[in-house]
Nanobody, 122 residues
Framework: QVQLVESGGGSVQAGGSLRLSCEAS????????MAWFRQAPGKERERVAT???????TYADSVKGRFTVSKDSAKNTLYLQMNSLKPEDTAMYYC????????????????WGQGTQVTVSS
């Protein structure tokens, strides 16, 4: 009954920007942790950013100062604004939710979207 669908990926040159969206159906983002993950071929999945119902956010060191996670609870939509993109940001990006509302970095994420590809060329 719960579904997450990402969109907004694409190809961009280094230094460019993209905004990813994650639309949720079947439930609201309220009182859950939401997160963006990414995974490149041959690399470990990385937690990029998290946000809880109060708007508290965390970021991986690799994206701090460049990426911003936000949400529109009324629209059940999660966003990831990505600026100053680097080739090493190239990956499949996934949104996910966890049944908790604090310590979002520590939670097990149980609902996942299908992913959207981001490719950054130098």
């Amino acid at each position: 009954q719960v579904q997450l669908v990402e969109s907004g990926g694409g190809s961009v040159q280094a230094g460019g920007s993209l905004r990813l969206s994650c639309e949720a159906s079947g439930y609201t983002y309220s009182r859950v942790c939401m997160a963006w993950f990414r995974q490149a071929p041959g690399k470990e999945r990385e937690r990029v950013a998290t946000i809880n119902s109060s708007g508290s956010t965390t970021y991986a060191d690799s994206v701090k100062g460049r990426f911003t996670v936000s949400k529109d609870s009324a629209k059940n939509t999660l966003y990831l604004q990505m600026n100053s993109l680097k080739p090493e940001d190239t990956a499949m990006y996934y949104c996910a939710s966890a049944p908790a509302d604090y310590n979002c970095r520590l939670r097990t994420y149980t609902v996942w979207g299908q992913g959207t590809q981001v490719t950054v060329s130098s």
